[in-house]
């Protein structure tokens, strides 16, 4: 069993991906409402078995690259491909293959949630989809409010019903569009573990969010998108190193003579704080500011995070 | 876990039938839920007409075709229920997708346009069946009583041919109606200002030899008037209008409808409202 697992997770994650197309392409697409230029030529490709981070402030265009993935939009001009289909083209192959979770809470009427599950089964072609339900009312813990109707779930319940109604036909990728918006902590969390999961499983993920802290520990890559245009992407490691500083404070027993260099950013009789580039090591510094090691009684290090990279980003563009 | 992933997209043949059945089960599932509102209310609808109209005042007005006014009306009323509540099971089932936001849900689901136009028209149609049915029950109880007899089907299959050929049409404008509106006020306009007067004034209540000429010469403008007379057609044998003109308007209708609201589920709003 055990080995049966492992190679199917190694087909699945490493060999399978050589011989798939991305999970998406974009290239050059445009998305215009009016005179408001919503997506302006973005191309990038999301590569399989990944979570990707498309981060970006409001108005940015992220919901449009979703709607457009989606088919809730056509583009202006440009193509985005699903496994290497044209959405334009080939609607119902490409929505096959994907699960998406809108930022926007909705309501079923008059059905609970078991019924609306069997029924988003019956649209994706599935007419018995019983043992997938009750695994994910499970995982999710909305078991107990499968026979509740959707307004009569707490927010954080209604997210998780959303997730559910996502996956229930187990697509290959999954769109998730503030999926924790408005959602307590430890909820995040929960959601947060179960997308590591569905991902170490196979799915490629792609993600927007607020939450950048939480970004970075999930997105293997994220893409930057500002005013409608792609600013940065790369692996999430990279960019934070490539476009932070680190913070090096010295604390003081014993004043010190002023320091002259262009890493030192202050200087009082109990402290140093000094910026660096994210490559350079602290001997290295050590090295350039002469610094006495017998007046430092402690040495604090703050590393570049992914919201100051990408407010770097941001004041760039 | 593999293999079950990769289900959907290589099954392509499930996406054929599963999804067009299971959005038409959702739709009659839908109605059946509030059946007090879908099918009682018009019930008791139709009893008050056939009450009021059939038999306080129908016993003082007099046809030339000889025919009871009661016997008259039925068939209208039946029409009219049909009609107006497939108009509304199509109509309000998009509307209300687009108050709770799972409009979408046509969308991001494999459907094609054909699916949903045909799921949604079915599942109309199955009310406006329902309604139907149980408009004719009540009716040919009222007959009963006030004749001594019930009311015999003249024409069955005419009958039939026009009750599903008018269903289908008012079922694919409720879909129009719901994907092109972008508020409720323009819903209720267009209930208020475009089907009420055509329902009533399209012969349900009264014979068009009735009339004053120009009058008679606008109603015919009026394509209910034919759904209304091919059905009474059916019934009783007595139609104001030419039963062929009857059957080209009707069918003219119900295409014209059809490829109106395949465009309005391709050019519709989506939009939560």
Same mark, same amino acid.
């Given at each position: ?25 974009? $290239?050059? #697409?445009?998305? $215009? ?6 997506? %302006?030529?973005?191309?990038f490709e999301m590569k399989?078995g990944e979570v990707l981070g498309?981060l ?38 490409? =929505? ?33 989809? =019983?043992?997938? &339900? ?23 319940? =209604? ?16 769109? #998730? ?38 970004a970075e520990k999930l997105c293997d890559r994220v893409a930057i ?7 940065q992407m790369g692996k999430t490691a990279e960019l934070v190193k490539n476009m932070t ?29 000094? %910026?660096?580039?994210a ?14 090691? =017998? ?5 604090? &290090?703050?590393?570049g995070?992914l919201?100051?990279a990408?407010?770097?980003v941001?004041?760039?563009? | ?56 005042? *129908?016993?003082?007005? +007099? ?6 006014? /009661? ?23 998009? /509307? ?5 936001? +799972?409009?979408? +849900? ?59 050929? *008018? ?10 109606? *719901? ?12 209930? *208020? ?14 014979? /068009? ?30 139609? +104001? ?33």
């Amino acid at each position: 069993m055990l080995t049966h697992s492992f190679f199917n997770k190694i087909i699945g994650k490493y060999v399978i991906r050589l011989f798939m197309p991305s999970p998406i392409l974009l $290239n050059h #697409l445009v998305k $215009n409402y009016g005179k408001v230029q919503a997506v %302006q030529d973005i191309s990038f490709e999301m590569k399989e078995g990944e979570v990707l981070g498309l981060l970006g402030p409001n108005g940015a265009g992220k919901t449009s690259i979703i709607s457009i993935l989606t088919s809730l939009e056509k583009p202006t001009s440009g193509e985005a491909k699903i496994f290497g289909i044209d959405v334009a083209l080939e609607e119902k192959q490409t =929505k096959a293959s994907l699960g998406f979770v809108p930022q926007e809470l909705v309501s079923h009427g008059f059905f609970t949630v078991e019924e609306v599950l069997r029924f988003h089964s019956g649209y994706f072609g599935l007419a018995d989809n =019983k043992a997938q &339900i009750d695994y994910l009312l499970n995982k999710l813990g909305i078991y107990i409010h499968k026979d509740k109707k959707i307004r009569e779930l707490s927010g954080g319940m =209604k997210r998780r019903f959303l997730i559910a109604k996502a996956l229930v036909h187990r697509p290959k990728l999954l769109l #998730l569009d503030e999926p924790t918006a408005g959602v307590d902590i430890e909820l995040r969390n929960s959601l947060w573990e179960f997308v590591r999961e569905l991902n170490n499983q196979g799915t490629s993920i792609l993600l927007t969010t607020h939450y950048l802290e939480e970004a970075e520990k999930l997105c293997d890559r994220v893409a930057i998108i500002h005013l409608g245009k792609l600013r940065q992407m790369g692996k999430t490691a990279e960019l934070v190193k490539n476009m932070t500083q680190r913070q090096i404070v010295f604390q003081l027993h014993t004043p010190t003579s002023s320091l002259q260099s262009p890493y030192v950013k202050s200087q009082s009789d109990k402290q140093i704080i000094c %910026q660096i580039p994210a490559g350079m090591e602290l001997g290295e510094l050590m090295g350039k500011i002469h610094l006495d090691t =017998k007046v430092i009684s402690d040495i604090r &290090i703050k590393e570049g995070t992914l919201e100051e990279a990408f407010l770097n980003v941001l004041s760039e563009a | 876990m593999f293999y079950q992933r990769h289900k959907v997209s290589l099954a392509t043949p499930e996406l054929r039938w599963t999804p067009f059945v299971t959005l038409l089960k959702k739709e009659i599932v839908r109605f059946l839920k509030v059946i007090n509102q879908t099918v009682v209310t018009p019930l008791m609808n139709s009893s008050l007409y056939l009450l009021i109209f059939g038999v306080s005042l *129908g016993r003082s007005i +007099d046809l030339s075709s000889g025919v009871s006014y /009661l016997a008259f009306l039925i068939p209208g009323l039946v029409t009219m229920s049909m009609l107006n509540n497939a108009f509304q099971n199509s109509s309000s089932s998009v /509307l209300n997708s687009k108050f709770h936001g +799972d409009i979408i +849900d046509f969308k991001i689901a494999p459907f094609s346009t054909h699916q949903v136009v045909w799921a949604l028209s079915l599942g109309a149609l199955i009310r406006g069946f329902a309604v139907g049915a149980v408009t004719i029950g009540v009716s040919e109880v009222f007959h009963l009583v006030v004749k001594g007899s019930f009311l015999g089907i003249q024409h069955p299959l005419i009958f039939i041919y026009y009750l599903f050929v *008018g269903t289908m049409t008012f079922a694919s404008f409720g879909i129009i109606v *719901g994907f092109w509106a972008k508020n409720f006020e323009q819903v209720n306009a267009i209930g *208020g200002f475009i089907l009420l007067p055509l329902i009533y004034l399209g012969g349900v209540f009264y014979s /068009l030899e009735n009339l004053h000429p120009f009058w008679r010469i606008v109603s015919q403008g009026n394509p209910l008037l034919y759904f209304i007379n091919g059905i009474r057609y059916g019934v009783i044998g007595v139609s +104001d209008v030419n039963i062929w003109t009857a059957f080209g308007v009707s069918v003219g209708s119900m295409i014209a409808m059809y490829l109106l609201s395949i465009r309005s589920v391709k050019t519709g709003s989506y939009i939560r409202w």
